[in-house]
């Protein structure tokens, strides 16, 4: 069974700009979730999405966005790129999104803002 | 709030030494538990996880954690150390109420001397 892919891997921004992070999560998953991962402040909880509607959003401003497809693959997107934005950004999935159930994560987006 | 700790930003262990990683959480609700671990450059990977029942709970890789609701803690433990072990680790909490969304510590860096 394949895993979460995360598509790309790597990105080089500059500020101002707007990028789509890709993820395409495991076979029979609906639910995806998507976080920051920074030196500074960890693990962050983006938003997460079951069923193409978003369920859950954490505490980020509305630049960054994101949406899910009926084959639940999921984009995020962020426009006007800062520089604070540079982290790695990881996807989840999981059958039901519900707290008991197992995440399995991508290997990340690496996101650079110049 | 609801917040988990994880007091130990590195932790530096012999090859072949024993390992406890300490999680603390504040969590109103009867929490679900779990372990993570990211390998460089890679996204995390379950651990284990607790829900219920047994206190003591067995994972992957010969971890193992146990549950102390009087202390609110669910530190992660191996016997012994392998080089292969050098990664960083996160507990996270959840909970049924929680909206799907986990609170994830900090990470501690495990380094293994030689």
């Known amino acids: 069974k394949a895993g979460v892919t995360q598509t790309p891997r790597y990105l080089i921004k500059t500020r101002g700009q707007q990028v789509t992070l890709s993820c395409s999560p495991i076979s029979g998953h609906r639910s995806v979730s998507w976080y920051q991962q920074t030196p500074g402040q960890g693990l962050q909880f983006l938003f997460e999405y079951f069923s193409e509607t978003q369920r859950n959003k954490g505490n980020f401003p509305g630049r960054f966005s994101g949406r899910q497809f009926s084959n639940s693959r999921s984009e995020m997107n962020v426009s006007t790129l800062e520089l604070g934005d540079s982290a790695l950004y990881l996807c989840?999935?999981?059958?039901?999104?519900?707290?008991?159930?197992?995440?399995?994560f991508g290997p990340g987006t690496r996101l650079t803002v110049l | 709030a609801q917040s988990v700790t994880q007091p130990d930003i590195h932790i530096t262990v012999s090859e072949g030494a024993s390992l406890e990683l300490r999680c603390n959480y504040s969590?109103?609700?009867?929490?679900?538990l779990f372990w993570y671990v990211q390998s460089p450059g890679q996204g995390l990977q379950l651990l284990l996880k607790?829900?219920?029942?047994d206190t003591l709970v067995q994972g992957i890789k010969g971890f193992e954690a146990e549950f102390k609701r009087s202390q609110s803690s669910f530190n992660l433990r191996k016997p012994s150390v392998h080089w292969s072990d050098a990664a960083e680790y996160f507990c996270?909490?959840?909970?049924?109420?929680?909206?799907?969304?986990?609170?994830w510590g900090a990470g501690t860096k495990l380094i293994i001397k030689p």
């Open positions: 996270a909490v959840g909970a049924a109420d929680s909206n799907y969304q986990l609170i």
């Open positions: 607790y829900f219920s029942g």
């Open positions: 969590y109103g609700a009867t929490p679900y």
């Open positions: 989840a999935s999981s059958r039901s999104g519900t707290s008991t159930d197992t995440q399995y």
